[in-house]
């Protein structure tokens, strides 16, 4: 039996809109099969386990967070500099379905902390050739910053006025700028 090679698009997007709007604990194979159209057997063929399409979900929206990254890198600047702006700006255009998106992950996150491996490795992979210069840690702390603004977003713990929140990316973007145009120093090691 042959199966469709849209299949796997419209069971990931099917699982996408059931985390979206009743989250992770509301996925559920029988919940796919009614969403998706597509049969149980079809469902198990692509993803045998509820992790398994749980993680496929984390890496398809990685992969997407990564093509936002990549439209807002300048070319202007040097290749530090150009993925944290891409970073900040892929940060800061997260809309509210992706809030619910990664809220609803959230909790199967915390039932099954692996789900996070590929992140962990992304971020190994990002900061693992750093050398930590004085500019390097200057970057970090915008990145920080970044993360810090989403997450207050994503938990809707206070959400700052459009404006304001405008001018502080603004203001971070050009810090990116600045402290990235700045020749790297090593950091003294203490004694």
Request: hydrophobic share 40%.
């Amino acid at each position: 039996m042959a199966r469709s090679p849209d299949a796997r698009l419209k069971i990931l997007e099917a699982a996408r809109q059931i985390v979206e709007t009743r989250g992770a604990g509301s996925l559920t194979f029988d919940e796919l099969v009614g969403v998706s159209g597509i049969t149980r057997g079809g469902i198990t063929y692509h993803f045998p386990t509820k992790s398994d399409l749980l993680r496929a979900l984390i890496e398809s929206d990685m992969a997407q967070w990564e093509q936002a990254e990549a439209a807002h890198m300048p070319e202007d600047c040097d290749e530090d500099t150009a993925r944290l702006l891409g970073f900040i700006g892929s940060y800061a255009g997260r809309d509210e379905e992706q809030r619910r998106l990664m809220c609803g992950m959230f909790s199967a996150v915390t039932l099954d902390p692996s789900l996070l491996d590929p992140f962990r490795a992304e971020l190994r992979r990002r900061l693992g050739t750093i050398e930590w210069s004085e500019r390097d840690l200057r970057l970090q702390l915008l990145r920080l910053a970044a993360e810090g603004l989403m997450w207050r977003e994503l938990f809707q713990l206070y959400s700052m006025p459009r404006p304001v929140q405008e001018r502080l990316i603004d203001m971070m973007k050009g810090l990116a700028r600045q402290w990235g145009a700045e020749r790297p120093q090593q950091l003294q090691k203490e004694a």
